[in-house]
């Protein structure tokens, strides 16, 4: 790879550099000065004949739609104002020098239509967004890429074999150019433009064109729209692109906040200006789509890339489904996890009450320990995991299963008194019971249950936490009665305890 540094100097210090017309580098003068004379500015574009013709050529079109004939540039001044007649006169003198500049291997005239569409496309953009500085805009559109005139003029092939990588895809190119050159056309440029004289807000946009993100704060603005002409110059000569029409919508969208809709009737007006600007630019027309033709292309594209982002949209929440559940579910048994039992618990203790009481259940395996060391964990897992999905089974829609932990679970059923609580915990115990259960070498595992229960109407209990301390004392209190039973929590001032044992 070049030394920057080196490269930089050869290109600026090499005699076959772009140069810049006499009335362009006057006007780049008078430009500076805020108090200039509309006089002044006339006669130095009076002073060349055939950029006085283009520029009376261009505000009689029907770019400027005027009503009158404007017979001179002092009254193309008057009715045009100073900026509009300063940029078609930098524009064209520019365009008109440079033209020619160029090594071989590049498309110097789709090079400049890319330039003009994206000046054309940017400036009306300014005037949706009400920019006043949509001319200079358009002016700093329209050289953005001078910095790739330069580099094919004093490298020749060199440039033109790193050129040739984009395959006239401009987004790639300043990535092309920094792994052969260790600098791109943007910095080329801006060292072109600096040492021409051009004010900051011409010199930033040729700096900053391919990376707006990062340009000075003060600029961003006025640079991103100048992004934003050239990702719709794109598109306009790469109408099958679909990437070039994603970068376009995307630009709109994200930093000027117009959605397709918004942004897809404006390429039919870019892409009409364009055309009449081109013709006044006297630069080829090519095979363009008419603008009609470039919506309906747009049309299509947005509408395969609104189907893709429906799709996308569908798998993404899918994949975020299957990692929410993941998330929550324990990877042995299959119930859902001890985070997801605190979760639930808190959010439906809530909105129990009288009508809609929460019922919680501990199922706890009788004597764990014993069927992992005369079985091995082997067999315990997978006498927990068997002992999971007889619970869920048996409780169907009634309520959710979650693995408290070790051999301990829980069942939250909202919905459930206690009458139907003591009910469903008695048909759990029988359903364990009842199971036959195996070893993972197939031995018979005979499993029971012993289960405490708590129901919280929307009183006694100010905490979910409380619940389960009911819950838990209840399952210890079925496990000290001899296991295998279903023991209920009854809050204080009631008068009995309900409890379900074994035939």
Same mark, same amino acid.
């Given at each position: 790879?070049?030394?920057?540094a080196n490269l930089?100097?050869q290109?600026?210090?090499?005699?076959?550099?772009?140069?810049?017309?006499?009335?362009?580098?006057?006007?780049?003068?008078?430009?500076?000065?805020?108090?200039?004379?509309?006089d002044d500015i006339?006669q130095?574009?009076?002073?060349?004949p055939?950029?006085?013709?283009k520029?009376?050529?261009t505000?009689?079109?029907s770019?400027?739609?005027?009503?009158?004939?404007?017979?001179?540039?002092?009254?193309?001044?008057?009715?045009?104002?100073?900026?509009s007649?300063k940029?078609?006169a930098?524009?064209?003198?520019?365009?008109?020098?440079l033209t020619?500049s160029?090594?071989?291997?590049i498309?110097?005239?789709?090079?400049?239509?890319?330039c003009?569409?994206s000046?054309?496309s940017?400036?009306?953009?300014?005037e949706?967004?009400n920019?006043?500085?949509?001319?200079?805009?358009?002016l700093?559109?329209?050289m953005?890429d001078?910095g790739?005139?330069?580099?094919?003029?004093v490298?020749?092939?060199?440039?033109?074999?790193?050129?040739?990588?984009?395959?006239?895809?401009?987004?790639?190119?300043?990535?092309?150019?920094?792994?052969?050159?260790?600098?791109d056309?943007t910095?080329?440029g801006?060292?072109?433009?600096?040492?021409?004289g051009?004010p900051?807000l011409?010199v930033?946009?040729?700096?900053?064109h391919e990376?707006p993100?990062e340009?000075?704060?003060?600029?961003?603005k006025?640079?991103?729209?100048v992004?934003?002409g050239?990702?719709a110059?794109?598109f306009?000569?790469?109408?099958?692109?679909?990437?070039?029409?994603t970068?376009?919508?995307a630009c709109?969208?994200?930093?000027f906040?117009?959605g397709?809709?918004q942004?897809?009737?404006?390429?039919?007006?870019?892409?009409r200006?364009?055309?009449?600007m081109?013709?006044?630019f006297?630069l080829p027309?090519?095979?363009?789509?008419?603008?009609?033709?470039?919506?309906r292309?747009a049309?299509e594209?947005?509408?395969?890339?609104?189907?893709?982002a429906?799709?996308q949209?569908?798998?993404?929440?899918?994949?975020n489904?299957?990692?929410?559940?993941?998330?929550y @579910?324990? $990877?042995? #048994?299959g119930a859902t996890?001890r =985070?997801?039992?605190?979760?639930q618990?808190? &959010?439906?203790? /809530?909105?129990?009450?009288a009508?809609?009481?929460?019922?919680?259940?501990f199922?706890d395996?009788?004597?764990f320990?014993?069927?992992?060391?005369?079985?091995?964990h082997q067999?315990g897992d997978?006498?927990?995991?068997g002992?999971a999905? @007889?619970l $869920?089974? #048996?409780l169907?829609v009634r309520? =959710?299963?979650y693995?408290?932990?070790?051999? &301990?679970?829980? /069942?939250?059923?909202?919905?459930?008194?206690?009458?139907k609580?003591?009910t469903?915990?008695?048909?759990?115990?029988?359903a364990v019971?009842?199971t036959r259960?195996?070893t993972d070498?197939?031995e018979?595992?005979?499993l029971?249950?012993s289960?405490?229960v708590?129901?919280?109407?929307?009183?006694?209990?100010?905490r979910p936490?409380?619940?389960?301390?009911?819950a838990?004392?209840?399952v210890?209190a079925?496990?000290?009665?001899g296991?295998?039973?279903v023991?209920?929590f009854v809050?204080?001032?009631?008068n009995?305890?309900d409890?379900?044992q074994?035939?």
């Amino acid at each position: 790879m070049a030394d920057p540094a080196n490269l930089m100097n050869q290109v600026l210090s090499s005699p076959r550099l772009p140069s810049l017309p006499a009335v362009a580098v006057q006007l780049i003068d008078q430009v500076q000065d805020d108090d200039v004379a509309i006089d002044d500015i006339a006669q130095s574009i009076i002073c060349d004949p055939a950029l006085s013709s283009k520029i009376l050529k261009t505000v009689n079109s029907s770019f400027y739609g005027q009503s009158k004939t404007i017979g001179s540039i002092q009254q193309a001044v008057m009715v045009l104002g100073l900026n509009s007649v300063k940029t078609l006169a930098l524009g064209f003198s520019l365009v008109g020098n440079l033209t020619e500049s160029g090594g071989k291997g590049i498309d110097l005239m789709r090079l400049w239509r890319r330039c003009l569409f994206s000046a054309t496309s940017a400036k009306r953009i300014c005037e949706l967004l009400n920019i006043v500085q949509m001319e200079e805009v358009f002016l700093a559109s329209l050289m953005q890429d001078v910095g790739v005139l330069a580099l094919s003029q004093v490298l020749g092939d060199r440039y033109a074999a790193v050129y040739a990588l984009a395959q006239d895809d401009h987004r790639h190119l300043a990535r092309h150019e920094q792994a052969a050159f260790g600098c791109d056309h943007t910095q080329v440029g801006e060292a072109m433009a600096t040492n021409w004289g051009l004010p900051p807000l011409l010199v930033a946009p040729i700096r900053y064109h391919e990376t707006p993100d990062e340009a000075p704060e003060e600029l961003r603005k006025l640079i991103r729209i100048v992004t934003a002409g050239a990702s719709a110059a794109e598109f306009m000569l790469n109408p099958e692109d679909e990437a070039c029409a994603t970068e376009y919508v995307a630009c709109m969208q994200r930093w000027f906040n117009l959605g397709p809709e918004q942004s897809r009737p404006l390429l039919g007006e870019f892409q009409r200006e364009s055309c009449e600007m081109q013709r006044l630019f006297e630069l080829p027309t090519g095979d363009l789509d008419t603008p009609e033709q470039l919506m309906r292309r747009a049309g299509e594209v947005l509408e395969r890339l609104a189907f893709t982002a429906t799709e996308q949209a569908k798998r993404l929440e899918q994949d975020n489904t299957k990692l929410r559940q993941a998330a929550y @579910t324990d $990877t042995l #048994t299959g119930a859902t996890n001890r =985070r997801g039992f605190d979760e639930q618990l808190a &959010e439906q203790f /809530v909105h129990a009450s009288a009508d809609q009481p929460l019922t919680l259940l501990f199922v706890d395996i009788d004597h764990f320990k014993l069927v992992n060391d005369r079985f091995g964990h082997q067999a315990g897992d997978l006498a927990l995991a068997g002992f999971a999905q @007889t619970l $869920t089974k #048996t409780l169907g829609v009634r309520g =959710r299963v979650y693995r408290y932990g070790g051999e &301990e679970f829980a /069942v939250l059923c909202p919905g459930i008194n206690r009458k139907k609580a003591a009910t469903l915990a008695e048909q759990l115990r029988q359903a364990v019971q009842q199971t036959r259960f195996q070893t993972d070498a197939g031995e018979p595992l005979d499993l029971t249950t012993s289960i405490g229960v708590a129901v919280y109407e929307g009183a006694i209990y100010r905490r979910p936490e409380q619940l389960v301390q009911a819950a838990d004392s209840s399952v210890y209190a079925a496990k000290a009665a001899g296991r295998n039973q279903v023991r209920i929590f009854v809050p204080r001032g009631s008068n009995k305890t309900d409890t379900h044992q074994a035939a």
